[in-house]
Structure formats: structure tokens, C-alpha cells
């Protein structure tokens, strides 16, 4: 399912400070990929990840820039696909950009994209003939691909909503909802064949569809071989963190860690987890975490805190 692990690239120590699901302004953040590199070296991170939603627009500078500020940094991107009847937000580490031409997954991609867009469009449409003018939506594009994210800040920005989820009401009232994914299975069995890791983001997160539960797990892994769970994340209670820590260590998957950092402080700042919390993961792109004793992790073991930044960035866009 994992494929050969690759050769070592570095070897980290067990308390190097890791977060590999962060968002830049390239889908739904407000971080620039520079923004964002010199707040993780400032703040002393090790193995980092950029995962945007359904692209990978900003990878290729983040891993440059990260690279000559000494940053260890995985290729990643944050896939929308369904599954049992809900969404799922697919991580997928280990592919470089440079490698989508003319691989399944990258003519996944560029679909994925392509949808979005004309989503995006409908919803223009429907809400301009209903009267909704969009004054702003050249401001929140800025230049960017066209997400429906945008249309739904631009509804907001110009009066039409309070919040994105009133906005998100407004235009399904007009018979857009502005769902665009594509099958788990389908994106799993492309990422795999391009050398990929996926990892199923948040699963103790309730969007609303329900929570992934050992049951859901299990029926998933009959057809679907993802190679893991997202273990640590930003809300998880300790409760939280073991129980998806033991689902996936009982089936034999990988744990990541992600604060899933949108923009400074939205809705936080890039945590410092720990390497050895999810040193097979940190295997699988060629990252060694040196020897440790004792258990990977325990509830007694608290996030080290880390203080705000010593200056604001600056130039950042809000997001959700």
C-alpha cells in the first residue's frame, strides 16, 4: 500500500517541530508561500507541508523558498473527493509538481479545477440575474483561478450575506451548491500510481456529515487502501488525538499532524507537533526521526506553546 520507502534525506530529532497541512492564498488561505516559510523558520519548525485545496499552484515556491531558509519541506495538496455519501479532504504528500503532466492524478487535478470554475461561474451568473451585483469579485480573485470561495467572499465583501455560510445559503437557494469532488476511490488509486501518500484529513472534524468511526474506517479499507489518518490536528480534544491514533495504529496506517493554518492566526498559527508523534509518516518522505525511548506518544505530552510572531505579516487576506 506504501510502496518502497524512499532513501533518507535527513535525519530530524524526535522533538523537531512538524505541522504538514498548512494553506497559502492559492486556494482558500491568506499566506504567502514566503509569508509563510519565514514564520515557520522564525518559530524554529523542521518538516513542514503546503496543502492547498485542490492545487498545487504554490508548492513549487514554498519548496524553493524553504529550502534556501534551511526548511525540510514535503510536496502536498488537500484533495476534495467523496465517498459513502459525504465529502472527504484527501492529504496527498510525495508528488511534486513537476510530475502532474501527463499522470492520472494531475488530469485529475486539472479537472477538479476545471469544475471548480465553472461552479464559480454558475453561481456568478445566478446571483448577477437575481440581482446580486458583484463589484468586488475582480478584488477577491486577484488574479488567482477563479474558486467559488471568491464568490462567496465577494457575496459577502459587497453586502449579500454576513458570513460565508449565509453566503453559501444564498446561492443554493438559487440552485447552485457549489459541490465539486471526485471519487475517493478514483484519486487514491491515481495518487498511489504516482508515488503518493494519502492521508484522510481531519476525520474527528464534523463538517456536518458525520465523523469518520472505526465502522466507516473499516468498510473505507474493503475497497479503498489510504495509507492513513490525520492524528493530531487543531481541535482534537486527548481524547480525540488516542482514539484516531489507535484506529490507525490497529490497521496498520500512518499518522500525520496538521494544524491546517489558513492565514496568521486563522483560524491558528502553524503548530509544533512533534516528529516522533509521526515518525513512520516522516519515513515515507525520506525523513528520519533519530532513535527515542519510550512511547511515540502519550496524553501527558503537551504542545509546546509558541508565542505570537514578533512582527505581523503583512499583505494576508482573511480565510476560513
Same mark, same amino acid.
Given at each position: 500500500?506504501?510502496?518502497? =520507502?524512499?532513501? %533518507? ?13 498548512? @494553506? ?32 498545487? $499552484?504554490?508548492?513549487?515556491? &514554498?519548496?524553493? /523558498? ?26 496527498? /504528500?510525495?508528488?511534486?509538481? *513537476? *510530475? ?20 464559480? +461561474? ?34 459577502? !465583501? ?26 475517493? +476511490?478514483?484519486?487514491? *488509486? ?21 465523523? =469518520?468511526? %472505526? ?9 479503498? #487502501? ?5 492524528? @493530531?490536528? $487543531? ?27 489558513? %492565514? ?27 532513535? &527515542? ?8 505530552? %503537551? ?6 510572531? !514578533? ?6 487576506? #482573511?480565510?476560513?
Amino acid at each position: 500500500m506504501r510502496g518502497t =520507502m524512499p532513501q %533518507a534525506r535527513a535525519e530530524i530529532s524526535p522533538i523537531d517541530r512538524v505541522d504538514v497541512h498548512l @494553506h497559502t492564498l492559492s486556494s482558500d488561505g491568506g499566506w504567502t508561500p514566503t509569508q509563510l516559510v519565514d514564520y515557520l523558520v522564525e518559530h524554529e519548525f523542521k518538516v513542514v507541508a503546503v496543502c492547498d485545496h485542490d492545487t498545487m $499552484r504554490s508548492v513549487p515556491e &514554498f519548496l524553493e /523558498y524553504s529550502a534556501a531558509k534551511g526548511l525540510i519541506a514535503v510536496p502536498g495538496m488537500e484533495f476534495t473527493t467523496a465517498w459513502d455519501e459525504r465529502q472527504w479532504h484527501l492529504l496527498i /504528500y510525495g508528488i511534486h509538481p *513537476d *510530475d502532474l503532466n501527463g499522470s492520472g492524478i494531475g488530469a485529475l487535478l486539472a479537472r477538479q479545477q476545471a469544475n471548480l470554475r465553472a461552479a464559480a +461561474e454558475r453561481a456568478i451568473s445566478l446571483l448577477e440575474q437575481h440581482g446580486h451585483t458583484l463589484p468586488s469579485l475582480n478584488e477577491q480573485i486577484d488574479g488567482r483561478p477563479l474558486l467559488p470561495v471568491h464568490v462567496l467572499r465577494t457575496v459577502i !465583501k459587497d453586502g449579500h450575506a454576513t458570513n460565508l455560510t449565509t453566503a453559501h445559503q444564498l446561492v443554493i437557494k438559487y440552485g447552485e451548491d457549489l459541490r465539486v469532488d471526485t471519487s475517493l +476511490e478514483t484519486v487514491v *488509486d491515481a495518487a498511489h500510481q504516482a508515488g503518493g501518500t494519502c492521508i484522510i484529513a481531519h476525520p474527528g472534524r464534523d463538517d456536518g456529515e458525520g465523523l =469518520m468511526s %472505526a465502522e466507516r474506517l473499516d468498510k473505507m479499507l474493503t475497497s479503498i #487502501p489510504i495509507d492513513g489518518l490525520e492524528g @493530531h490536528y $487543531r481541535s482534537y480534544t486527548l481524547a480525540d488525538i488516542e482514539r484516531y491514533r489507535e484506529m490507525a495504529l490497529e490497521r496498520d496506517l500512518l499518522i500525520s499532524s496538521g494544524s491546517d493554518s489558513h %492565514a496568521p492566526g486563522v483560524p491558528v498559527y502553524p503548530r509544533p507537533y512533534h516528529a516522533r508523534w509521526v515518525a513512520p509518516f516522516l519515513a515515507t518522505q525520506g525523513i528520519e526521526v533519530a532513535p &527515542f525511548e519510550g512511547d511515540a506518544w502519550t496524553p501527558d505530552q %503537551a504542545l509546546p506553546v509558541i508565542e505570537p510572531p !514578533k512582527v505581523a505579516a503583512s499583505g494576508s487576506k #482573511p480565510a476560513t
